[in-house]
């Protein structure tokens, strides 16, 4: 969701009321609740015609009011208690707000990355990747690009081999995590890791580590990292899609972010993202292209990863096919 779409929500739910909202937020992943929780907390105030243009439904009522909550912070407080129970709430709060940490792996995706890093950086590699299974994919790519090369690339290896996790196995986590061990020994052995799940998590790492974690796997085990390759869909593979796939994504992308990952790709996958773009479109990309001064190569995998995201949800969601040998590992 990009920033319009997520100041759109945050205006919504904020005309809601707390219940409403509180409603809502259940039904959002972590990272959805902190980016809206995050941009409630800028909009203190917002123009009337804003209002309007989000619910017009309700313009008579929304117009009478320049500023949606009188504190905006209590507000959003008001509501993740209500949505999410005073614990997860409070991780929340604090991220948004500034603030601590708690345990147990279902805290830890509620967590920051730098802060699971440093909860996890000395445990067992192992232990690394039973609980990175437990996250989300582009959650678990962040905390293994904050680990040393070595670890790193163990992990994604122990995670790539991995089809499940008995309950014991958790037991060497240390007090922080202990909470999550309630009742497990009347768990069933669950279907997590695998090479798909190693890939899914390489490709939020960026290009050259995605590169190095591979190379590292394959000295390894070279079938191995062929397999977790061959599941992996990296920005290069854009050229693989249908040209309805490629219309299907541009909706999704914000114009600016679009010139940036453009800045760092081949003429070709340029080419590829043109001929998808009404005329008058891509003749503006090109000059976005053309006056857009050097970018940082951070910048500009971030962008392309953030594409390769919207890529990976409209596959998930069945709206459109990845091609090659990537398919299979998201459709």
């Known amino acids: 969701m990009d920033d319009q779409g997520l100041e759109r929500s945050a205006i919504l739910l904020m005309t809601l009321g707390e219940d409403a909202a509180s409603e809502v937020f259940k039904h959002l992943s972590p990272k959805e609740v902190q980016k809206i929780g995050e941009m409630m907390t800028r909009l203190r105030t917002v123009p009337k015609d804003k209002v309007g243009q989000v619910l017009d439904q309700f313009q ?88 040393s090369p070595r670890v790193r690339a163990d992990v994604i290896l122990r995670v790539a081999t991995l089809d499940g996790i008995q309950p014991n196995a958790l037991k060497e986590l240390n007090e922080v995590l202990s909470r999550v061990l309630a009742g497990a020994d009347k768990l069933k052995k669950a279907a997590l890791g695998g090479p798909k799940v190693a890939a899914e998590m390489l490709n939020g790492l960026g290009t050259s580590l995605e590169t190095e974690v591979l190379d590292s796997v394959r000295e390894s085990d070279e079938d191995l990292a062929q397999s977790i390759q061959d599941q992996m869909f990296t920005f290069d593979d854009v050229i693989k899609l249908d040209d309805r796939a490629m219309q299907s994504v541009l909706k999704e992308v914000a114009n600016d972010g679009l010139v940036i990952a453009l800045k760092g ?57 990845i091609g090659g040998g990537g398919e299979d590992a998201f459709v």
């Open 60 to 147: 008579a009522e929304a117009a009478a009011n320049g500023s949606l909550v009188a504190d905006t912070d209590e507000y959003v407080k008001a509501v993740l208690r209500k949505a999410l129970g005073e614990e997860k709430a409070g991780l929340l709060i604090n991220r948004i707000l500034q603030g601590s940490d708690t345990s147990g792996i279902e805290s830890l995706k509620w967590m920051d990355s730098d802060s699971v890093a440093e909860l996890v950086r000395n445990e067992h590699p192992q232990i690394i990747a039973s609980i990175l299974v437990h996250l989300e994919r582009d959650h678990s790519g962040e905390i293994l690009a904050k680990l």
């Open 265 to 321: 790709a081949s003429a070709e996958i340029r080419d590829k993202f043109l001929k998808n773009m009404s005329q008058r479109a891509a003749e503006a990309l090109r000059e976005d292209l053309e006056s857009r001064g050097p970018v940082r190569v951070a910048d500009v995998e971030m962008q392309q990863k953030d594409i390769l995201k919207t890529v990976r949800r409209l596959a998930d969601a069945g709206e459109i096919s």
